[in-house]
């Protein structure tokens, strides 16, 4: 495969509205593959931040992750497991200050990711600080499917339980790297 000759890892990207099941994905399929691990920047950065955020925290946290991820891609050997990329800082952007800076919009241009897996936002809601839409997921979620198909080609949305979704994204993968 091409993208084998020219990378030494592949990148899949976990991704999906809040309290969809992501992080807990992300660490899962880590696990599995023994894969590093990209977290959620936004998480440490917001915790960290002793302010309501503004727009221009956007636009640091998305370099915060994409810095993050591109650090943990020159260790990986095979898989990049991502807990998120810029197409969350791209819709959070949009859905709250109603535009996207220029600086957030070219990472999410020109980042590419093997596989996407789009998490349904099935699970019931945990109350967390750090969320803000309990009753828009539905909503959200039609954002990243119109926003992930126009920008990638490979993208699995996943329903069902944790375990559900584990075994379909650990399929997804062996069928990514083994083709045959």
């Known amino acids: 495969m091409l993208k084998n000759v020219?990378?030494?890892?592949?990148?899949?990207?976990?991704t999906g509205p809040e309290c969809s099941g992501k992080s807990t994905l992300s660490a899962a399929l880590a696990t599995h593959f023994a894969a590093p691990l990209v977290e959620e920047y936004a998480r440490e950065f917001l915790t960290q931040l002793a302010r309501p955020y503004i727009q221009q925290d956007l636009i640091t946290i998305c370099s915060g992750q994409m810095e993050l991820e591109d650090k943990l891609s020159k260790k990986a050997t095979s898989i990049l497991i991502c807990d998120t990329g810029p197409e969350v800082i791209k819709i959070w952007s949009e859905v709250k200050y109603k535009n996207c800076p220029s600086e957030i919009q070219i990472e999410f241009e020109k980042r590419e990711y093997d596989l996407v897996f789009l998490c349904a936002p099935e699970f019931?809601?945990?109350d967390d600080p750090l969320r803000e839409h309990p009753e828009?997921?539905?909503?959200l979620f039609g954002l990243y499917e119109m926003l992930l198909a126009k920008r990638h080609t490979r993208v699995a949305v996943l329903i069902g339980s944790k375990e559900e979704r584990k075994?379909?994204?650990?399929?997804?993968?062996?069928?990514?790297?083994?083709?045959?």
């Open 124 to 126: 019931p809601w945990v």
């Open 136 to 139: 828009g997921r539905e909503a």
């Open 167 to 180: 075994s379909l994204a650990i399929s997804g993968i062996n069928h990514l790297i083994q083709p045959n």
């Open 6 to 14: 020219l990378s030494s890892s592949f990148r899949i990207l976990i």
